[in-house]
């Protein structure tokens, strides 16, 4: 957090929204990793969350806003650049989310 640097944290899992979340919990080291952090469902609020399911659609993200008490900003990136999907006024626990489109499933 202090390197202002987007972090990446691994997981075998659908759950890429919950887990960029528990990055707001700092590790000691190795952020990349989940197992540097205590698992999300430990951290997060999802009780009624149980009819979202992972891999979380956009129009989704503000319910899971509000029982988190986070705010996140959506960023895409075109061949150049970056750009803004989603931009939140709100300054809760304010965080960037990097938006990759996986192009391999074209």
């Known amino acids: 957090m202090t390197k202002r640097a987007v972090i ?10 919950a887990w960029s979340v528990a990055a707001l919990y700092p590790s000691e080291r190795n952020a990349d990793r989940e197992s540097s952090y205590p698992h999300y469902t430990m951290m997060l609020n999802l009780q009624n969350l149980q ?3 992972f891999l979380i659609m956009l129009k989704d993200v503000t319910k899971f806003e509000g029982l988190n008490d986070v705010s996140i ?10 750009f803004l999907i989603r931009l939140v006024d709100d300054r809760k ?6 938006y990759l ?3 391999s499933a074209r």
Do not use: F, P, W
């Open 101 to 103: 489109q996986d192009i």
């Open 93 to 98: 626990r304010n965080m960037y989310l990097l």
């Open 8 to 17: 990446n944290v691994r997981s075998m899992d659908n759950a890429c929204l």
């Open 73 to 82: 900003n959506i960023c895409g990136m075109g061949q150049k650049t970056l």
């Open 51 to 53: 009819n979202l399911e």
